[in-house]
Structures are given as structure tokens and as C-alpha cells.
């Protein structure tokens, strides 16, 4: 009578043999890469070389092999440490399949048996290559954001702040170690990551300097995610490198080249009245778009009369200043409606596909922004929705002081001078193509909010990804908010809650409700000192 266990032990045996022989190969690997083979073609007919040349030439060589020779350590002892728990796994699944009574007990639960297919199948559980079809906007995990020195978060508790340097090292070490990881993928790219095999001398080698920012999030049952982008100073090429944790050993998922040069965005900010703020907001732009990046086009929907001539002029009098002709005004004789102001903007535009950032006039945001607005949408495949920081009201912020500050000097990441605006999805980029596919806003939703959360929830409900993150380049202005009779009452409701969130910090709220209380104790202060005094 055949015994049951034979199949099982034949399974485990082509496994550690797999295994065996993944093993050996990463070693044969290895044993090549620091091998440094000799290269003639670095010699050019012609052309001569000092000693500085090649003692260059010798560390570059030998940095690079140090690097790779440290990377494939790194793997191959975390391989061996997969090796060894899988091999427990297995001892155990076994032991359990050769219990009497015990029927079918093994293949209950069973771990997968090809380790790679495993964590690949974490990456596409993940969004790496397609979006997950969520119920709501709260099922959505967004991203932290990072630079090399300053962390950017949305949950802070009461004593996290919005900005903050990774403190513990357990968080340092993971953000080092990822950084390295991405610049050895990109000094040492594998043939699949496209990039050829230059000369070492003209190859442009990548340092943490040339970092400019990155994205995480972990799900609790998936593993890391990290998004990170390289550029050489003063340059529009970017390099993108993806990578993955899947609660293991850190492993690539990819490694590409991103062009921004020819990517423009056209901005739509949709306008009725507010003339001062208006000029504030051109001037803003006229600094970030005009001055630096001028790869923009502005298209301001203005609705009604009253305004409109003083709108007009502005906007002629930036044109001719700058000679900048990339503007669109778009009178409507119509009540306003944001959602219809930016539905009419994106149509308007007829060349084609383009990326858009859908901007309110109370928005200052920096050049570094509209090159992330560029990073983090793609067409037919992902949209931006950046977290906004938004300032409390000066007048409380600095309350102690004559007179605010001027706004340059308010736009700072500090608890008691504004917070992550997380529940608000009226900032975002993505392309003209995706917004029209998608079906754009709800026109039927008059007045404030509501329509861009339906415009979020049906990108949320698609196969595209979405990409929410704090950024530390967008801030919203403190202006007093009106909340109008017509809203409805959910719109009302969020109107308030907007309102009530925007005047100031829960210290500063604080101190002005126990405002009198305070003041009765330094009274009583100041007639004991007196008194004291006096005798």
C-alpha cells in the first residue's frame, strides 16, 4: 500500500533543491561582479592620459565593485536566513502531514512553495502596476513624503508634528538604507532597466545629494511601498526608482528614466471676485511659473461681471511685464460653481492630452511642487491628489506680535501654524484624457465640497492609481470663510467643519476659550506682587 507522505517529500525535495541551486547561482553572481574585468576600450585612439586620469578611473572602479560586492552580501545573507525559516516551515508542515488521524492537515493554510512568486504576488497586491478598486475615500492608505532630512505626515497624535526629522533609528536606518538601495540601482543598472552600458568616465554616477524626494506607505498586510526620484542639479531628467518591502528582504520592482521638459501643466483656477487675493495668487505664479519653470499654461474661469475688468487687466499687465501670452480667461454669466468652473476649463483646452492641476486662488505653491505634480500622474494610469498644509488664522498665530509677518515668512510646517488638510480633495493633477474618461464632476452639485469627493471616489472605484501624500510645496492661505444658507445640510456641515478647523491650533483654541480665566489669574498675580510691594 502506497504511503501518503511520498508526494509531499518528493515536493519538498525539488523545493530545497530549487533553493540549493538559487543559492549557488547568486554566489557564481557575485564572484564575477568583483572580478574587475579588464577594459581597453577605455583608451580612445589618439587621445593621451595623466595619472589622475586613471587613479580617477581606478576608485571609481573599485567604489562601484565595493558597492555591488556589499549589495550582494546583503542579499545572499538574507537568503539565507529565507532559506532557513522556510526550511523550519517545511520540517513542520511535514511532521504534521505524517500525524495518524490527521487527514488532509497540510495542505490547510499551506505556505507558497516558490518564494519569488510569493513576494511578486505581494507587489501586485500592492499598486505598483494597476489600482485597487476601494468603497470610499477613507479605505484609501495614502503616502508619507520624505527628503533626505525631514519627514512629512499626516498622523500626528498630539505629539508628532507635520514636519519632522526621523528621529528613531529604527526610521533613519530604513530611510538610509532605502536611499542606497535606489542609488545602487541606478549606478548599477541591470539590462532590463534600460540603460546602456556607457564608458564608466561618461556613465553619470548618482549620489544622495541628488536626491530630491520620496513616498511610503505600509499595509498591514502587503509590506512597503517606496516611490523615489534622482535629478542632477538644474535638470529635467529624473529617475524614478520603485521598490518594495514585502514584510522581508527589500526587493527592486523597477528602475526608469522620467523626462519633464516637455511637460506642461496647465493650471485652472476657477474665480468670482476676490480681486486682491487674485493679485496675490499672479504674483506667486509670475515668481514659481514664469520666472523659473515657465513650462505652465493658466486658465482662469471667472464667473459674473463684477470683477471682471480688474481680473482682465491684471492678467494684461503680467503679460506684458513677463512677455508670457500662456493665459486663458474664460468669462461665465453664470452663479459659481467650482466644479463647473474647472469641467469648463479642462474642455477648453484643445491640443490634445495634458497634464492639469486643478488650483484655487488661495494657494501658494513652490517650484519643487509642479515638478512632483509632474512625477506623480501618468495618463491611464495614476492621479495626483496632494494633501494640502493650510495656515490658522495670523491674526491668532501671531496674536503676540503688531503685525503678521509677511505670507514668504508664514509658510512654514509647525503645529500652532496650520495642519494637513486630509480632508479636503480639491487640489489635484492628472491628465485632461483621465478626467474625461473617468466622466469629470457631477454638474449637478451646486456650491461648496461636494463634488470633488465624487470625482476622487470614482477614481478610487477604477483601475487607475491614485496618489495622495502630503507635500511640504503646496500651502493654502487662511481667508475667512462664508458658509452660505443655500448649502444643503451636508454641504453646510462641511462648510463649518472646514471653518471651524481653519482659525487655529487646539493650543491657541484653547487659550482663547479659557481667555478669561487666564486673564482673571494674572490680575490676581499682579495685585499679590503689588501688595508685596507695598509692605
Known amino acids: 500500500m502506497p504511503r501518503r507522505g511520498l508526494p509531499l517529500q518528493g515536493r519538498v525535495r525539488w523545493l530545497f533543491l530549487g533553493l540549493f541551486l538559487l543559492l549557488v547561482l547568486l554566489l557564481f553572481a557575485y564572484l564575477l561582479e568583483c572580478t574587475p574585468p579588464a577594459d581597453v576600450s577605455l583608451i580612445l585612439p589618439g587621445e593621451t592620459y595623466g595619472k589622475e586620469y586613471y587613479q580617477a578611473l581606478l576608485q571609481e572602479q573599485e567604489e562601484r565593485h565595493l558597492n555591488r560586492a556589499a549589495s550582494l552580501k546583503r542579499q545572499i545573507a538574507q537568503l539565507k536566513q529565507e532559506l532557513q525559516e522556510m526550511s523550519e516551515k517545511l520540517k513542520v508542515l511535514q511532521e504534521k502531514k505524517e500525524l495518524p488521524g490527521v487527514p488532509g492537515l497540510a495542505d490547510k493554510d499551506q505556505e507558497p512553495g516558490d518564494l519569488l512568486e510569493y513576494l511578486h504576488s505581494q507587489i501586485d497586491k500592492a499598486e505598483v502596476n494597476t489600482g485597487a478598486r476601494l468603497p470610499s475615500e477613507y479605505a484609501l492608505v495614502p503616502f508619507e513624503s520624505f527628503t533626505s532630512s525631514k519627514v512629512y505626515q499626516l498622523e500626528m497624535g498630539l505629539t508628532r508634528h ?46 544622495d545629494g541628488h536626491f530630491t524626494e520620496g513616498l511610503y506607505r505600509t499595509e498591514r498586510d502587503k ?186 515668512l508664514q509658510l512654514i510646517h509647525k503645529k500652532d501654524a496650520g495642519f494637513w488638510r486630509d480632508f479636503g480633495f480639491g487640489m489635484t493633477c492628472q491628465y485632461r484624457s483621465d478626467f474625461l474618461n473617468i466622466g469629470g464632476f457631477d454638474l449637478e452639485v451646486k456650491g461648496w465640497g461636494v463634488e470633488d469627493v465624487h470625482l476622487y471616489r470614482k477614481y478610487l472605484r477604477s483601475d487607475v492609481i491614485v496618489i495622495r501624500t502630503p507635500v511640504s510645496g503646496l500651502f493654502h ?59
Open 477 to 535: 492661505l487662511w481667508h475667512e470663510k462664508q458658509c452660505a444658507d443655500e448649502l444643503t445640510p451636508e454641504q453646510y456641515r462641511m462648510c463649518i467643519q472646514s471653518k471651524a478647523m481653519n482659525e487655529a491650533s487646539h493650543s491657541h483654541l484653547g487659550m482663547l476659550v479659557f481667555r478669561e480665566e487666564i486673564e482673571a489669574h494674572l490680575r490676581k498675580q499682579a495685585f499679590k506682587t503689588q501688595s508685596k510691594t507695598e509692605d
Open 223 to 408: 509590506g512597503t511601498l517606496y516611490e523615489l526620484f534622482f535629478a542632477k542639479e538644474d535638470s529635467s531628467s529624473f529617475r524614478h526608482v520603485t521598490l518594495f518591502r514585502p514584510f522581508g528582504p527589500l526587493m527592486k520592482v523597477r528602475s526608469t528614466s522620467v523626462e519633464t521638459s516637455g511637460m506642461i501643466i496647465n493650471i485652472i483656477v476657477p474665480l468670482a471676485g476676490r480681486a486682491e487675493t487674485f493679485s496675490q495668487f499672479l504674483q506667486n505664479f509670475r515668481e514659481v511659473c514664469i520666472q523659473h519653470d515657465r513650462r505652465v499654461h493658466l486658465t482662469v474661469v471667472y464667473f459674473g461681471q463684477e470683477g471682471l475688468q480688474e481680473v482682465t487687466s491684471s492678467l494684461e499687465k503680467m503679460s506684458r511685464e513677463e512677455s508670457f501670452s500662456n493665459y486663458t480667461l474664460i468669462p461665465v454669466d453664470e452663479e459659481f460653481s467650482r466644479g463647473r468652473g474647472l469641467d469648463i476649463g479642462a474642455h477648453a483646452w484643445k491640443k490634445g492630452d495634458v497634464l492639469m492641476f486643478f488650483c484655487d486662488v488661495d494657494i501658494h505653491f513652490t517650484l519643487e511642487f509642479l515638478n512632483t505634480c509632474r512625477l506623480h500622474a501618468a495618463p491611464n494610469k495614476k492621479v495626483f491628489y496632494p494633501v494640502v498644509f493650510s495656515l490658522y488664522n495670523p491674526a491668532i498665530v501671531y496674536g503676540n506680535l503688531e503685525l503678521a509677518p509677511p505670507v514668504e
Open 162 to 207: 507635520p514636519e519632522e526629522k526621523p528621529v528613531r533609528k529604527d526610521r533613519r536606518d530604513e530611510l538610509v538604507e532605502v536611499i542606497e538601495a535606489a542609488l545602487d540601482i541606478i549606478n548599477n543598472p541591470d539590462e532590463e532597466d534600460g540603460v546602456e552600458d556607457d564608458v564608466p568616465m561618461q556613465r553619470q554616477t548618482y549620489t
